[in-house]
């Protein structure tokens, strides 16, 4: 499995960005399909946006279409997730997950946190 660390996250005023970064440290990280889901106390996870192995298809939440835009270096073991037009609703903790077949890896999380 991967091993997983989220950064980029904190504070930032609606209408702001943000870029989160994901780090793996395992050697097939390019076999993985790559997400990014968010948490909210209280609510369910959400998916957020999704990657496939190369890069090529994307899939993002209908909240987030059109503000937020996730890519991968493989080279670099590193997916991000640009997060712009930054709104209240889009607190919550952002977590990093690998997935391929059976095999579910995720990160330890990283706040994000929209407010004035």
């Known amino acids: 499995q991967e091993q997983l660390v989220e950064s980029g996250g904190g504070l930032v005023q609606p209408g702001g960005s943000l870029r989160l970064s994901c780090a793996a440290s395992?050697?097939?990280?390019?076999?993985?399909?790559m997400a990014w889901y968010r948490q909210v106390p209280g609510k369910l996870r959400e998916m957020v946006a999704t990657?496939?192995?190369?890069?090529?298809?994307?899939n993002y939440a209908d909240s987030v279409k059109g503000r937020f835009t996730v890519s991968r270096d493989n080279a670099q073991n590193t997916v991000y997730l640009q997060m712009n037009s930054l709104k209240p609703e889009d607190t919550a903790v952002y977590y990093c997950?690998?997935?391929?077949?059976?095999?579910?890896?995720w990160g330890q999380g990283t706040q994000v946190t929209v407010s004035s």
């Open positions: 997950n690998a997935r391929f077949g059976t095999i579910d890896s």
């Open positions: 990657i496939s192995r190369g890069g090529a298809r994307t």
């Open positions: 395992g050697t097939i990280f390019s076999l993985y399909t």
